[in-house]
């Protein structure tokens, strides 16, 4: 079966924080062909639908289809505890976090937040995430089987802690290895999914974890490592104490052989000089959480900064710390910290983040993240008037971008039209 699918379409051809926003491709009248879950054509809609008679048409009129979007960062388990009020990080952890955690021993209730986070996901336009799980190894299980029931490239990694968390929520150095092996084993590579080796942050590891865990990831380079870096004042401070011999937050994980081009690190705000040299120099990758920044009251990413540098960076919600599960809201707050530090985004470098630029961080941006020949048909359409306000708005539009800004601004799961995940439709109509 070929299925057309007609509308916008919005496609990259390089990086616009490279080469600007014409790196960025727009048809007002386009299509994309879809053959067994690939991308196997785009061009303009009539003479795609001349080259293909016999395919299944769907027209989705003005919408604009793009490339699913992909969350670079974000704990599933937190799902029920999104919007908790009042918290810092330290003290959103020990109140909200944890006792949420706790839960997942029960593979139920895993079972149960893992399919209802992954559906409203799809509702939003997500189509990948990389996610935290908690330390029991079923709630990793329970993530990766809800997301090969529903066809999506997912990313996860049972998380691991031995101190500084609560009983009942730590494991310990060889058991955090041990899992973690088992779950690669049976994971890693078997469908769309991938394995990433999960210590939480510096402050809830041991020595001997970490350790253990850097070994793990030597057994098998071709894993991410996912952990948090630099998020708050007094975290970075925690850090100090805890490891008085580091340089700095990330020479601790350099030093028990966590730093590498597969690493990925969320927050990464308050750098050093020489944690920036060191993450451009081995190509690591940055995940910017814009709706958690200020939700926590972390500070300000310096994407102009760290971009400029040639730093590997995604967007990401980091739910349930950000606010939102939509990454057009977590554009939009990634556009306001822009503002902030006298640095805006333009649409198309937030809309670059939000798809291909996260999966250039995950490094699987040669699958997902774009429109474009041969790869995996993920796909979100896009309704740029949603809502009353947007409508009114984008209806005095004289250009695409003009156009585009106000969903990125006010939408969220309303603007998402439907979902498309390996060439099959799973939201909308
Ligand atoms: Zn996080």
New binding site residues.
């Given amino acids: 079966m070929t299925d057309l699918i007609l509308g916008q379409t919005l496609s990259f051809s390089a990086d616009p924080f490279v080469e600007g926003p014409s790196a960025a491709h727009h048809r007002r009248r386009g299509g994309v062909v879809v053959q067994d879950g690939r991308i196997a054509g785009l061009g303009e809609a009539e003479a795609l639908r001349a080259a293909h008679p016999d395919a299944r048409v769907t027209d989705y009129g003005d919408a604009l289809i793009s490339a699913g979007f992909v969350d670079a ?1 974000a ?1 599933y388990p937190q799902t029920g505890i999104i919007a908790s009020w009042g918290k810092r990080l330290i003290d959103w952890l020990n109140s909200y976090t944890f006792p949420e955690e706790m839960r997942f021993g029960d593979p139920a209730y895993a079972g149960e937040i893992a399919g209802r986070y992954l559906d409203l996901l799809l509702a939003h336009g997500t189509t990948s995430v990389a996610s ?1 799980c908690t330390i029991h190894p079923g709630s990793a299980e329970a993530l990766f089987q809800a997301a090969e029931a529903r066809g999506m490239r997912i990313l996860a990694g049972k998380t691991c802690m031995d101190r500084n968390a609560p009983d009942g929520l730590r494991d310990n150095a060889q058991s955090a290895y041990d899992d973690s092996k088992a779950l690669l084993a049976r994971w890693h590579g078997r469908g769309r999914a991938s394995y990433v080796i999960t210590p939480r942050f510096a402050p809830t590891s041991t020595p001997e974890q970490l350790s253990a865990l850097g070994a793990l990831w030597a057994e098998h380079p071709d894993c991410l490592m996912q952990t ?1 870096l630099s998020e708050q004042p007094d975290e970075i401070a925690w850090v100090k104490t805890l490891f008085p011999t580091a340089q700095d937050y990330l020479d601790v994980y350099e030093a028990h052989g966590l730093l590498g081009p597969g690493g990925v690190y ?1 927050h990464a705000i308050h750098l050093e000089p020489r944690e920036r040299a060191r993450l451009a120099e081995t190509g690591a990758a940055l995940v910017h ?1 814009p709706t958690s920044n200020t939700f926590i009251g972390s500070g300000l990413f310096d994407m102009a900064g760290l971009v400029a540098e040639g730093q590997r960076v995604g967007l990401a919600t ?1 739910t349930g ?1 950000g606010s939102s599960f939509s990454m057009l809201r977590t554009m939009a707050a990634a556009y306001e910290i822009g503002q902030l530090r006298h640095t805006p985004l333009h649409a198309a470098q937030l809309w670059w983040l939000a798809t291909q630029g996260s999966a250039r961080a995950l490094r699987i941006d040669d699958r997902v993240g774009n429109l474009a020949l041969g790869m995996e048909a993920d796909l979100v359409v896009i309704d740029l008037a949603s809502t009353p306000a947007i409508a009114q708005r984008a209806a005095r539009a004289e250009e695409f971008w003009e156009a585009l800004f106000p969903t990125i601004m006010m939408g969220d799961d309303r603007a998402i039209r439907a979902t498309w995940v390996g060439g099959q439709r799973v939201t909308g109509v």
């Fill in positions: 960062h704990h935290y948090h969320g959480c980091d710390g």
